[in-house]
């Protein structure tokens, strides 16, 4: 059965520092790694996902994550962050094992203070 | 824009009363799913349908349900709710199971 870890629940950061959201799963078949981002009260928005290539992907606002098979992980990187990227994150997996379901990890809320 | 929506955004019933939870999609994808979030959790997937095929999670309770009555829409039922189902509702859709949409979500308060 495919599973998720997300080993941070909480990561403070000072505006413009940089971040690692660390992201590590389970699974005995090929995967789909996602990670979403989660306002307040609101729904989940796709940030970047990984399926198959080229094991970086990059987001639109200048995130970015690694798949590495090896230590299967696919930790969240930003180089500098700002405080609109204040919200839950979450990182999640599907397989074909699981007919696709998708698992989330439990989360980790990432806080940029000035 | 192609999306998906559900209706209401806020939505307050009576312990006990049954309630409706409703979710459209414009992205004609042929997989939707249903996630209840509790306050600081992980999404958890409470059932989903492929096309008309519809598949429950072995521990979502028998007090809910689900309709799909065509491909753009889905219906969430909880027949009788407690206390312990307040929470964050998320309606999702899936093609080919590479990407997911969710909606806004429906917050659901039990008084």
């Known amino acids: 059965a495919q599973s998720v870890t997300q080993l941070d629940s909480q990561v403070p950061v000072f505006e413009e520092a940089p971040v690692e959201l660390r992201c590590n799963y389970s699974?005995?078949?090929?995967?789909?790694l996602f990670w979403y981002v989660q306002y307040p009260n609101q729904g989940l928005q796709l940030l970047l996902k990984?399926?198959?290539?080229?094991?970086l992907v990059e987001s639109i606002n200048g995130f970015e994550a690694e798949f590495n098979k090896s230590q299967t992980s696919f930790h969240l990187r930003k180089p500098s962050v700002h405080i609109s990227d204040t919200a839950e994150y979450f990182c999640?997996?599907?397989?074909?094992?699981?007919?696709?379901?998708?698992?989330f990890g439990k989360g980790t809320l990432l806080t940029v203070n000035p | 824009d192609a999306m998906v929506i559900q209706n209401p955004r806020y939505q307050v019933t009576q312990f006990g009363k049954p309630v409706t939870l409703s979710c459209s999609q414009t992205?004609?994808?042929?997989?939707m799913y249903w996630y209840q979030q509790k306050s600081s959790q992980a999404p958890k997937l409470l059932f989903h349908?492929?096309?008309?095929?519809?598949?429950n999670e072995a521990d979502t309770p028998d007090n809910f349900q689900s309709r799909r009555p065509n491909t753009s829409f889905c219906f969430l039922d909880i027949r009788s709710p407690g206390l312990g189902d307040a929470a964050m509702y998320l309606c999702?859709?899936?093609?080919?199971?590479?990407?997911?949409?969710f909606g806004s979500g429906t917050r659901l308060t039990v008084v």
């Open positions: 999702a859709t899936s093609r080919a199971r590479m990407s997911y949409t």
């Open positions: 699974s005995s078949v090929s995967v789909y």
């Open positions: 990984y399926l198959s290539g080229s094991t």
């Open positions: 999640a997996v599907s397989d074909r094992g699981s007919n696709y379901k998708l698992t």
């Open positions: 992205l004609n994808h042929n997989v």
């Open positions: 349908y492929y096309d008309k095929d519809f598949n």
